[in-house]
């Protein structure tokens, strides 16, 4: 079979549960795996060949997975991403801490191995959010640590009506408190990293300009003890810029109080792990805590809907429910990249054990 020079590829299909589907393009070998060396000149050479491959598969199932090519270091990664998309981005706006490993690949999240990102199109709350997200797997993790998708259109429609109709006319109200400069180092799951940190400066009136550019922020307040407060305001759903098909683009899921313990729960009944089912527990306790103690407008980070107007706890329960089931969480394999249109698929990461290094870049 290894005649047709032009096509060193396998072609297939991995499906959710619930009919999703993530199309994969594995380099055939002889050998029946990829191996280090010379395999991610192969990998610009794939991306080459079947650009128009590609650009399908972004275009109707919105992300697709190169496996096999042996993708080994960050600098191998931004090549074959630029291969894909030749002006990648750098800014970095989100809420997870990262660390630069060349000028446009960043670590996946450097949050610790038990914590659960919930499913998330990559910076919604931005004006202007990144098209593409592309993730490389360099080391994987000796169980878990999957980057699951999901696909928000069928988010979108597949939500009870009443529950989307809520959303759509609520729309979705992010709160976020930081701590400053002087401010304390105390230890909390749900605190945010610094003003100065986020903004790089510790000058008020660069961080009230850099906000003011963004043009999402409804207010900015000043607090006591060098704290800074940001709320911002978006609707629940957007059109996808190309297509006009309604998509699920908000960060509620993350950003919500109840986020951790309605993961961790899910999780547990996912793999039966007593850690998932220990952290579980201790954030529905956390979380009792807060919701009672800390108004919604003091929390480190909540939403609600616009006007300040909590949203309903079964809705959001609903809403999880949803996204769980149309998940796709192929479990990685060292060299393996995915590509993905943020304006229509979602990605999150599940708790690990081991060592992993998962590294992003987008454009
Ligand atoms: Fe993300």
Request: charged share 25%; hydrophobic share 40%.
């Amino acid at each position: 079979m290894g005649d047709d020079m032009g096509d060193t590829s396998d072609f297939s299909v991995i499906h959710s549960p619930a009919g999703d589907t993530l199309p994969v393009a594995k380099r055939r070998n002889a050998e029946g795996g990829a191996r280090n060396g010379a395999e991610p000149a192969a990998l610009l050479e794939f991306i080459d060949h079947h650009r128009g491959w590609l650009q399908d598969q972004l275009a109707t199932r919105g992300a697709a997975l190169l496996r096999g090519f042996g993708l080994a270091t960050p600098a191998q990664f931004e090549a074959a991403a630029r291969a894909v998309e030749p002006v990648l981005k750098n800014e970095y706006l989100g809420t997870s801490p990262r660390d630069a490993l060349t000028p446009y690949v960043f670590s996946a999240s450097e949050l610790p191995p038990y914590y659960p990102i919930p499913q998330h199109c990559e910076m919604t709350f931005i004006k202007d959010p990144p098209r593409r997200l592309m993730f490389a797997c360099l080391v994987a993790a000796k169980r878990g640590g999957e980057t699951p998708l999901v696909d928000m259109r069928q988010v979108a429609a597949d939500l009870d009506p009443a529950v989307r109709g809520r959303f759509e006319t609520g729309g979705i109200r992010i709160i976020r408190n930081y701590g400053g400069p002087s401010g304390s180092g105390r230890f909390d799951l749900w605190q945010l990293k610094r003003w100065d940190e986020i903004f790089q400066t510790t000058d008020r009136a660069v961080v009230e300009a850099k906000c003011a550019a963004q043009g999402v922020f409804t207010d900015l307040r000043w607090g006591p003890g060098d704290r800074l407060r940001l709320i911002s305001e978006h609707e629940a759903l957007r059109a996808h810029p190309e297509t006009g098909v309604p998509v699920w683009f908000n960060h509620a899921q993350v950003f919500h109080l109840s986020a951790a313990p309605a993961e961790l729960r899910r999780i547990y009944q996912r793999t039966g792990e007593l850690r998932s089912l220990a952290l579980w527990r201790f954030a529905q306790a956390a979380v009792a805590a807060k919701r009672r103690f800390t108004a919604s407008d003091e929390q480190a980070l909540h939403c609600t809907h616009r006007g300040g107007r909590e949203i309903a706890d079964a809705d959001l329960e609903h809403l999880r429910d949803v996204i769980w089931k149309h998940m796709i969480a192929e479990p990685w394999q060292a060299g393996d990249m995915v590509v993905i249109d943020n304006n229509s698929i979602s990605h999150g990461r599940l708790p690990y054990h081991g060592p992993r290094q998962v590294v992003v870049a987008w454009a």
